[in-house]
Nanobody
């Protein structure tokens, strides 16, 4: 059974940074594309970023380009989302999700970690 557990959320001031982690168990991470999504209160879930199986392909929503960086460490079965220059509108529950080989149609989901950007 593939399981994903997010960590690293918390309260940060505008302009600050956080690094989220997504630890994957029950499978070999190298076969999975991993994506980050977020959902703010009262809004629909949106895709934030995705990294391909090899790590060579990365994708970002326009709203986070230049501020967020996704990376993967297959040896640690973990994917990271480095978030810099955080804005209040980045406040949301962040979820990681996994799918075999490609970004899209994510099959496995974590329970989320809350990021609050506020002064």
């Amino acid at each position: 059974q593939v399981q994903l557990v997010e960590s690293g959320g918390g309260l940060v001031q505008p302009g600050g940074s956080l690094r989220l982690s997504c630890e994957v168990s029950g499978t070999t991470l190298e076969d999975y594309a991993i994506a980050w999504f977020r959902q703010a209160p009262g809004e629909e879930r949106e895709g934030v970023s995705c990294v391909s199986t090899s790590g060579g392909g990365t994708y970002y929503a326009d709203s986070v380009k230049g501020r967020f960086t996704i990376s993967r460490d297959n040896a640690k079965n973990t994917v990271y989302l480095q978030m810099n220059s955080l804005k209040t509108e980045d406040t949301a529950v962040y979820y990681c999700a996994a799918n075999l080989f490609v970004c899209g149609g994510m099959h496995y989901w974590g329970n989320g970690t809350l990021v609050t950007v506020s002064s």
